[in-house]
């Protein structure tokens, strides 16, 4: 025990240390794709159905990970694979892990486990996102949490296990029953309609990353809002939602009509396979 909790103090300082010397500041939401051209990783897209990414440490280090799982465990899975080369391990393949006991793993696998953690939720992002929005985390409704996730890039029983194992701050008992609430549930109650694809919340809190989905993603908007570009719409059935869909992949822009915020929107296509650098990328116009 005395062992896993060195290795997890290790985990932490390292993913920290890795925001520090990025310049990212430790109460923001960060792109860990970004991070990771940032530091020299190609990142690769594959269409692999039993692995969960892979890290080589050759001439040119490179991250692989498989497209088809859900946007947070992908995004999980590429700060994992960081973390494996920040801390100096050797080629490593991840495979498919359903519902992963990080006490069983061996020493490499455990410290990239908790190093992934701590970089993208560190306590005060976590912290800081209910803060701004002022919510208690002691009384945080699943809706909550499934908001401060998709700001945070990661999957919402992530966050919840995450905020239980390492952070303490919530018990693990509470932390039981928020992961069994289904996230067609939580996006119905915020949506007001069935959502068969994955449902992103933004509001004048975002800040920190672009708000990345892929086509057939849906964004809810919390404000009014304009945009710039042909990569989401207005849905029409709910308009006082302020709900749009991703149709195409490219960049755009949204900005508040009533205030100063405003972010990037990028799309990509769904279970995109490729290199990173391409994923937004707009599809070509047939003459």
């Keep these: 025990?005395?062992?896993?909790?060195?290795?997890?103090?290790?985990?932490a300082y390292e993913a920290l240390k890795l925001r520090k010397s990025q310049n990212l500041q430790l109460w923001q939401a960060i792109c860990v794709y970004d991070l990771a051209e940032e530091l020299g990783l190609r990142v690769h897209f594959n269409a692999a159905p039993s692995m969960e990414g892979m890290y080589m440490n050759l001439s040119?280090?490179?991250?692989?990970?498989?497209?088809?799982r859900p946007v947070g465990r992908i995004a999980y899975t590429c700060?994992?694979?960081?973390?494996?080369h920040i801390l100096g391990h050797g080629v490593r393949v991840d495979e498919e892990l359903?519902?992963?006991?990080?006490?069983?793993?061996?020493?490499e696998e455990y410290t990239a486990e908790c190093f992934a953690g701590f970089l993208l939720m560190p306590k005060i992002a976590v912290s800081h996102g209910f803060a701004k929005r002022g919510w208690d985390i002691s009384a945080c409704t699943p809706e909550q949490l499934y908001v401060i996730a998709g700001w945070l890039g990661v999957g919402y029983t992530s966050l919840i296990w995450h905020m239980s194992s390492s952070l303490k701050m919530i018990a693990s008992r509470r932390a039981q029953k928020l992961v069994k609430v289904s996230l067609r549930k939580i996006r119905m109650s915020l949506l007001n309609k069935e959502v068969k694809d994955?449902?992103?919340?933004?509001?004048?809190?975002?800040f920190g990353r672009p708000i990345d989905i892929q086509v057939g993603d849906t964004a809810l908007f919390e404000h009014d809002i304009?945009?710039?570009g042909n990569c989401i719409e207005p849905m029409r059935y709910s308009p006082q939602k302020r709900a749009y869909k991703a149709v195409l992949p490219?960049?755009?822009?949204?900005?508040?009509?009533?205030?100063?915020?405003a972010e990037f929107?990028?799309?990509?296509?769904?279970?995109?396979?490729g290199l990173y650098q391409y994923r937004h990328l707009e599809e070509p116009i047939d003459e």
């Design 1 to 11: 025990m005395n062992q896993r909790i060195a290795l997890a103090r290790k985990a």
């Design 60 to 68: 040119s280090p490179t991250i692989i990970l498989s497209a088809l």
């Design 79 to 84: 700060a994992h694979e960081i973390g494996h």
């Design 98 to 107: 359903e519902d992963i006991d990080i006490d069983r793993l061996d020493s």
């Design 198 to 206: 994955n449902l992103i919340v933004v509001d004048k809190e975002w």
């Design 226 to 228: 304009g945009f710039e």
């Design 250 to 261: 490219g960049i755009g822009r949204c900005f508040s009509k009533r205030g100063k915020w």
């Design 265 to 273: 929107v990028r799309v990509s296509r769904k279970e995109y396979t």
